[in-house]
């Protein structure tokens, strides 16, 4: 699902921008909460970081354009199922999911922004910003592909031999 950010202001952009990091937040915050797996855990506590430096990022890149403003967070978001999904009782799996599907939302997002604005150097943070969802798109999928091949990987504290598979 693409977003047509031809038809927003930068501003606005950014906004939505700043509102979808805080979700992806709350989102790798309630799946650290779920699941036991400590590698899990590890790469969750990384993308909780990440977000947030996005945030800062979002935050100093507004600020910068708008005479030091602070940006006001939409009512509605872009990817309203993840917002819900956090309302919900949502699985394990269902979240993955949609943190994938959010991720590769919004590295479109952030490359056709890149596409809209002129400044250089706010097309290469909006370029820089794209790749990282790309990267947290790729660990999430990796994590989920394990959690499809094993249905108690998330749910083991520790790492054991059964969950590696070896060979073709």
Request: charged share 35%; glycine share 2%.
């Given at each position: ?32 909460k ?21 945030q ?40 993955l ?72």
């Amino acid at each position: 699902m693409a977003v047509d950010v031809s038809s927003m202001s930068i501003d606005q952009a950014l906004s939505l921008a700043l509102k979808s990091e805080l979700e992806s937040e709350k989102v790798y915050r309630r799946l650290k909460k779920m699941v036991k797996n400590f590698v899990i855990r590890d790469k969750l506590d990384f993308l909780i970081k990440e977000e947030k430096k996005h945030q800062r990022i979002i935050e100093a890149l507004y600020q910068k354009m708008f005479s030091g403003e602070d940006p006001s967070l939409p009512k509605k978001t872009i990817f309203p199922r993840l917002t819900i999904a956090l309302e919900e009782e949502s699985s394990v799996l269902e979240l993955l999911e949609l943190a994938m599907e959010s991720e590769r939302m919004f590295e479109d997002f952030y490359d056709h922004l890149s596409e809209e604005v002129e400044n250089r150097g706010v097309q290469e943070i909006l370029q820089y910003l794209s790749r990282m969802e790309h990267g947290h798109y790729s660990i999430l999928k990796g994590e989920y592909d394990l959690c499809m091949r094993d249905e108690m990987y998330y749910d083991r504290e520790d790492f054991q031999y059964d969950m590696v598979h070896i060979g073709p």
